[in-house]
C-alpha cells in the first residue's frame, strides 16, 4: 500500500480513537464525579508513567531493525515476548512494594484493590507496545490500526455497559486491564501468523536492540519533560486555576501532533527500509508538511478565542492566548517530528540525545525564572523558544547526516500548487483515489476527501 495510503488510515485512525476517548471520558466523568474520574485518572496516569519510563526504547528498537531487516522478526518477537514479561513484572513489583511500605504517599486512600489490577495490566501493556511496534516495522498498518480502534471501541461500549450495570470504578479498572491484555494477546497473534511464532530469545540482537533503544529512550524522555514539565511549575507557583486555563491551551496544541505523528509513524520504518534515499524522501515529505501544518496553525491561530470559548465557556476565554502563543512553536515542532523519523531511521546518532538534553534544559531554566512572576504566558513563551531552539538543531543534523542543504526543506511554488490542486479536487467532491464504483458513492465523503487530500499531498504516486 501507497505511504499516502498509509498516512492517510494512521490519521484517520487517531481521529477517531480522539473521539471514542473523549466520548469514554464524558461518560466516566458523568457516571463516576470527580472523585471517581480523579480515582481513575490516577491509576492510568501510573501505568502510563511505568510504560513510559520502563519500556528503554524497545518498542522503537523493533521497528527500526525489521524495517531494515524483515528477517529480524522471529527473533525480535521472542525478544519481545520475554522481556516484555519479565521487565514489565519487575516494574509492576517495583511499584507494588512502594505502595506496600508507603501507601499512603503512593496512592493516598486508593483502594489496594484497584492498585493491584493496574498493575496487572503493566506487563501486558508493554507487550502490547512492543508487538505494535513490530507491526509497524512491517509496515502492516491497516491490522495496527484496526486493533488501536477496537480496542477503544471496546472502553466505549465497555464504559456504557458499566452505566447501566452501576458496576462503578473497580468495573472501569478491571474492563481497562482485560482489554490491555485481550489486545497484547491479539496483536502477538497477528505478529506471529504474518511472520512465524517465536519464543527464542536472541541476546545478541537484545544488546543491539538495547543500544538503540536507549537512544530513543532518552531522547523521548527528555521531549516528555519538555512538553510537560512548564504545567507542574505553573501550578507550584501560580497555583490551580491557572494551571487549568493552561492545560487547556497545552492539550489543544497536543492535537495538532496528530498529523505530523502520524507521518512520521508511516514514515520510519520506510525510510528504515530504503536509507539511500531517506533524505530526498524525507524533504519531500517535509516541505509539504510545511504548507499544510502553516494554513492550518494560521487559520486556527485567527479563530482560536471564538473556538475556546464557544467550547469551554467564557471562563476558559484567558487560554487562548498562551495558546496563541504556542501555535508557531507547534508549527516548528511538527516540522521536527518529520525530521526526526529520517534521524532515527539512519540510526539515532546519539548527539541527537544532547540536543534533546539542551533543549530540556534551556526550557526548565526560562520556565524556572519566568513562570513565577509571568505564569502561564512566559510557560508558553518559553515552550515557544524552546520548540524553535530544537527545531534549528535537529534540521541542522538532517542536513549533516544526508548531505544536503537547507533549500531542500523550502517548499516550491510547485508543491504549493500540488497542495492547491489536491484542495481544489476536495472541493469540487472529485475522488482522490481510485476506487471500483460500487464503493465510490459511500466513499467519497467530506471527512474522506480531508483524509484523502492530506495523504495525497504527503505522499505522491511515486512513493508508492
Known amino acids: 500500500m501507497s505511504l499516502s495510503k498509509n498516512i492517510a488510515i494512521t490519521f484517520s485512525a487517531k481521529v477517531i480513537m480522539v473521539g471514542l476517548g473523549l466520548v469514554a471520558g464524558i461518560l466516566v466523568a458523568r457516571t463516576l464525579g470527580p472523585e471517581g474520574k480523579g480515582i481513575f485518572a490516577f491509576l492510568s496516569a501510573l501505568a502510563g508513567i511505568a510504560i513510559q519510563f520502563g519500556n528503554l526504547g ?14 529480524k522478526t522471529f527473533d525480535l518477537l521472542g525478544n519481545s515476548l520475554w522481556v516484555g514479561l519479565i521487565l514489565g513484572s519487575i516494574i509492576a ?91 497484547s494477546i491479539t496483536y502477538w497473534v497477528l505478529v506471529g501468523i504474518k ?61 495538532f501532533q496528530l498529523l505530523p505523528m502520524s507521518i512520521g509513524m508511516v514514515l520510519f520504518p520506510r525510510l528504515a527500509e530504503n536509507q539511500s534515499t531517506s533524505g530526498e524522501v524525507t524533504a519531500r515529505v517535509v516541505r509539504i508538511t510545511t504548507i499544510i501544518m502553516f494554513f492550518l496553525c494560521l487559520g486556527t491561530g485567527i479563530f482560536a478565542q471564538p473556538i475556546i470559548t464557544l467550547l469551554y465557556g467564557e471562563a476558559f476565554r484567558a487560554s487562548a492566548l498562551p495558546f496563541i502563543i504556542l501555535l508557531p512553536g507547534i508549527f516548528f515542532y511538527s516540522i521536527q517530528a518529520v525530521i526526526a523519523s529520517n534521524i532515527g531511521a539512519i540510526g539515532l546518532p546519539f548527539y541527537i540525545v544532547y ?84 464503493f465510490r458513492k459511500k466513499r467519497n465523503t467530506f471527512p474522506n476527501r480531508i483524509i484523502s487530500w492530506i495523504g495525497s499531498c504527503l505522499a505522491p504516486e511515486f512513493f508508492t
Open 195 to 255: 511472520s512465524q511464532f517465536s519464543f527464542h530469545f536472541n541476546f545478541p540482537l537484545f544488546k543491539e536492540s538495547l543500544r538503540y533503544g536507549i537512544k530513543s529512550y532518552l531522547t523521548t524522555f527528555f521531549a516528555f519533560l519538555i512538553l510537560r514539565s512548564d504545567l507542574y511549575l505553573v501550578n507550584l507557583y501560580r497555583g490551580a486555576a491557572e494551571t487549568g486555563l493552561y492545560s487547556l491551551a497545552a492539550g489543544f496544541a497536543d492535537l
Open 58 to 71: 524497545l518498542q522503537n528498537a523493533n521497528t527500526y531493525f525489521i524495517g531494515k531487516d524483515r528477517t
Open 355 to 438: 540536543i534533546w538534553l539542551a533543549t530540556f534544559l534551556l526550557n526548565f531554566g526560562l520556565n524556572l525564572i519566568l513562570v513565577p512572576k509571568y505564569g502561564m504566558l512566559a510557560a508558553a513563551s518559553t515552550s515557544l523558544i524552546s520548540y524553535i531552539f530544537v527545531y534549528v538543531l535537529m534540521v541542522l543534523a538532517y542536513l549533516k547526516e544526508n548531505k544536503l542543504r537547507f533549500k531542500v526543506l523550502i517548499p516550491t511554488w510547485e508543491d504549493v500548487k500540488e497542495a492547491k490542486k489536491h484542495l481544489f479536487a476536495l472541493l469540487n467532491r472529485v475522488p482522490l483515489y481510485h476506487t471500483h464504483e460500487p
Open 93 to 183: 513489583l517495583g511499584i507494588y512494594a512502594a505502595w506496600a511500605w508507603y501507601p499512603n504517599k503512593i496512592a493516598g486512600s486508593i483502594d489496594g484493590g484497584l492498585i493491584i489490577m493496574t498493575l496487572v495490566s503493566i506487563p501486558f501493556t508493554l507487550l502490547s507496545l512492543f508487538f505494535q511496534n513490530i507491526l509497524l516495522g512491517q509496515q502492516a498498518f491497516v491490522l495496527y490500526n484496526i486493533i488501536q480502534i477496537l480496542s477503544q471501541v471496546a472502553i466505549t461500549v465497555g464504559v456504557i455497559i458499566m452505566m447501566f450495570m452501576g458496576l462503578g470504578i473497580r468495573g472501569l479498572v478491571l474492563l481497562s486491564t482485560a482489554v490491555g491484555i485481550i489486545s
